[in-house]
């Protein structure tokens, strides 16, 4: 069965610290994608980054990063020099054959001034 | 690029009432989802639609909800009658496809109080 686990209910940094969120999932596929969405207090859910199960180079876009390891299911993102508009709850999701998204729980991110 | 509408943003009802949510996704977008997220946790898929057919609702309380999507572009969301465990906040999502690959755009979502 399919599963995401984000361990880290909340994590609360001061600003400009560099902060890593925690995504560990599971799935039978060796073809899935795994996203991260930012859903801001606003609400809405903001797309993120997509990422297959055949590309396991880190990606980086600019105080954003995520690193991939299949050989313990993780896809963890780091945030470099936090800001308090990165407050928001994460989440990361999973979508492997059965075409559902799977979603994990969320973290909730808190920067403090 | 208009993003995915909702409305209302938020709704208020009692217990046993019936209330509906309207949702117009992303301009050519064929896939379009319903979720429920209850605070504190991650989005639960109620229904998925490509075109105007139903792909996935097998999560959707059917004997309290239905949904549809006429013409293959705006759908409503209804719930009759209204519990106060659905208090909540209804989120409609569209994307290009329902490949594996695709992500899906959010609606600021519509947040619902049943008292």
């Known amino acids: 069965a399919q599963k995401v686990t984000q361990a880290q209910t909340e994590i609360s940094v001061v600003e400009k610290e560099d902060v890593t969120l925690d995504c560990v999932y599971e799935?039978?596929?060796?073809?899935?994608?795994l996203f991260w969405y930012k859903q801001p207090p606003s609400g809405e859910l903001v797309f993120l980054i997509r990422?297959?199960?055949?590309d396991e180079q880190n990606e980086i876009s600019g105080r954003y990063s995520w690193n991939f390891q299949k050989s313990t299911s993780s896809f963890n993102f780091t945030i470099t020099a936090s800001q308090v508009v990165d407050s928001a709850v994460y989440f990361c999701?999973?979508?492997?054959?059965?075409?559902?998204?799977?979603w994990g729980a969320g973290t909730k991110l808190i920067i403090k001034p | 690029e208009a993003g995915v509408a909702q409305s209302p943003r938020y709704k208020i009802i009692e217990k046993r009432q019936s209330v509906a949510f309207w949702c117009n996704p992303i301009?050519?977008?064929?896939?379009l989802y319903w979720y429920q997220q209850i605070l504190g946790q991650g989005p639960k898929l109620l229904i998925q639609f490509q075109n105007n057919g139903v792909v996935d609702d097998s999560q959707l309380p059917k004997d309290r909800f239905s949904a549809e999507r006429l013409k293959g572009v705006d759908s409503t969301l209804k719930i009759q009658p209204a519990k106060l465990e659905d208090s909540a906040v209804y989120l409609c999502?569209?994307?290009?496809?329902?490949?594996?690959?695709?992500?899906?755009?959010f609606g600021q979502g519509t947040r619902l109080t049943v008292v």
């Open positions: 990422r297959n199960s055949f």
């Open positions: 999701a999973l979508r492997d054959s059965n075409y559902q998204l799977i």
């Open positions: 799935t039978r596929d060796t073809t899935y994608y």
């Open positions: 301009s050519g977008h064929a896939t």
């Open positions: 999502a569209s994307s290009y496809g329902g490949r594996m690959n695709t992500e899906a755009f």
